[in-house]
């Protein structure tokens, strides 16, 4: 296996695309293999590096169905749905609390 071409930060060539940069202009990889990095120099830990993808092997972005939004949407409804009080809390439910904030600290909310 031979070793990917690797490119500084933003000095990538034309015709090479992050995945973000694929997407969008309305592209997806679409199962062809990574052809070349870029690498972001960081302290401490190493290198961040991204991978770059031809963008004239990119696919169109396959369009939603509605059979996909329902479940997207029934997915997101799970992750705002309190367990405990079994409430729509109008907001993603941190994992560190792993319930509302009303029924994470009950006794704050009866002093309000």
């Given at each position: 296996m031979s070793a990917?071409?690797?490119?500084?930060?933003?000095?990538?060539?034309?015709?090479l695309?992050?995945?973000?940069?694929?997407?969008?202009?309305?592209l997806r990889p679409g199962g062809q293999d990574v052809v070349a990095q870029i690498e972001r120099p960081r302290y401490r830990r190493?290198?961040?590096?991204?991978?770059?993808?031809?963008v004239d092997g990119a696919k169109?972005?396959?369009?939603?169905?509605?059979?996909?939004?329902a479940a997207l949407d029934k997915?997101?409804?799970?992750?705002?749905?309190?367990?405990?009080c079994r409430r729509d809390t109008g907001y993603v439910i941190p994992a560190e609390l792993g319930?509302?904030?009303?029924?994470t600290y009950p006794d704050d909310q009866a002093a309000a």
């Open positions: 990917l071409p690797v490119y500084p930060w933003r000095l990538a060539p034309d015709g695309a992050t995945r973000r940069q694929l997407r969008a202009k309305g190493g290198p961040l590096v991204a991978y770059l993808y031809s169109p972005v396959r369009p939603m169905t509605p059979a996909k939004q997915a997101n409804a799970a992750r705002r749905t309190c367990p405990q319930m509302c904030v009303p029924c």
